[in-house]
């Protein structure tokens, strides 16, 4: 599962609110993807990451889901 967790501590940092992304190009229709954890295009977190001139970690984290008894975490194929 994507989640937008470490861009909202990021722009907690940074003293930003999500909606001012929008006067920097960014689409409120990703904006609304964002705040619901809904996948958006990877050129989308590029252009968050230009913006908020930060690597990639500090706007998503892959969390994964324990797929078997023993809560191993696993990436299903």
Do not use: Q, W
Not at 31 to 58: D, F, G, Q, R, T
Not at 61 to 77: G, L, M, P, T
């Amino acid at each position: 599962m994507i989640t937008y967790a470490p861009l909202f501590k990021t722009l907690s940092d940074k003293g930003i609110v999500i909606s001012s992304l929008r006067s920097k190009g960014i689409h409120p229709t990703t904006i609304a993807k964002i705040n619901k954890n809904e996948s958006v295009s990877l050129l989308k977190i590029e252009e968050i990451c230009m913006i908020l001139n930060v690597p990639i970690e500090k706007v998503v984290e892959i969390r994964f889901h324990s797929v078997d008894n023993n809560n191993e975490n696993k990436c299903s194929k």
